[in-house]
Antibody, heavy 118, light 111 residues
Framework: QVQLQESGPGLVKPSETLSLTCTVS??????????WSWIRQPPGKGLEWIGY???????NYNPSLKSRVTISVDTSKNQFSLKLSSVTAADTAVYYC??????????WGQGTLVTVSS | QSVLTQPPSASGTPGQRVTISCSGS????????VYWYQQFPGTAPKFVIY???QRPSGVPDRFSGSKSGTSASLAISGLRSEDEADYYC????????????FGGGTKLTVL
């Protein structure tokens, strides 16, 4: 069964870039059957899809975040990553990585809280 | 403001049947499958319904889903205390390059 694990700093300063990595086990990011995505959830609020990447490097981002988001993939490490630039307090959230099945996240990581504060 | 609209809260007593609604548009629910997630505090969401009305293995048959036009609903019958959680609907939206859209979530309380 596929498992995903997020890693990265839990605290980021305003205006800086948030960087997270998702390590996949029990499956391969190079599988042509799936896309790989990031979703976030501000404390006490709902879910927001950030974007996805295919093993080839093809990406699609939420228009609301597109200008600040970059998702990349490293097939040699079986990982994919998220960068979100120019962060503000509004970007404080639990960030999840997930596999996409039928265009919807099915297997999720446990999530990692990222706080934006000076 | 979420693209899909859900009531913020729902409640019921043990044994009752509760329904959670999810309203969208022609570009999401109207043309794609609806999925429902259950989320407990501090944990990641998990499917309880996929493809409008299918249950993953391990999900009790007390959970059921339906879709009509641009709306969908999740029903839980024989309500149990362990059903108390947040529930989110989700769908693919065909707008622009496409994106995943979620409902704002419904907090289910078992009284």
């Amino acid at each position: 069964q596929v498992q995903l694990q997020e890693s990265g700093p839990g605290l980021v300063k305003p205006s800086e870039t948030l960087s997270l990595t998702c390590t996949v086990s029990g499956g391969s990011v190079s599988s042509g059957s799936y896309y790989w995505s990031w979703i976030r959830q501000p404390p006490g609020k709902g879910l927001e899809w950030i974007g996805y990447i295919y093993y080839s490097g093809s990406t699609n981002y939420n228009p609301s975040l597109k200008s600040r988001v970059t998702i990349s993939v490293d097939t040699s490490k079986n990982q994919f990553s998220l960068k979100l630039s120019s962060v503000t307090a509004a970007d404080t959230a639990v960030y999840y990585c997930a596999r996409m099945w039928e265009w919807i996240p099915d297997y999720w990581g446990q999530g990692t809280l990222v706080t934006v504060s000076s | 403001q979420s693209v899909l609209t859900q009531p913020p809260s729902a409640s019921g007593t043990p044994g009752q049947r509760v329904t959670i609604s999810c309203s969208g548009s022609s570009s999401n629910i109207g043309s794609n499958f609806v999925y429902w997630y259950q989320q407990f505090p501090g944990t990641a969401p998990k499917f309880v319904i996929y493809r409008n009305n299918q249950r993953p293995s391990g999900v009790p048959d007390r959970f059921s889903g339906s879709k009509s036009g641009t709306s969908a609903s999740l029903a839980i019958s024989g309500l149990r205390s362990e059903d108390e959680a947040d529930y989110y609907c989700a769908a693919w939206d065909d707008s622009l390059s496409g994106l995943v859209v979620f409902g704002g979530g419904t907090k289910l309380t078992v009284l």
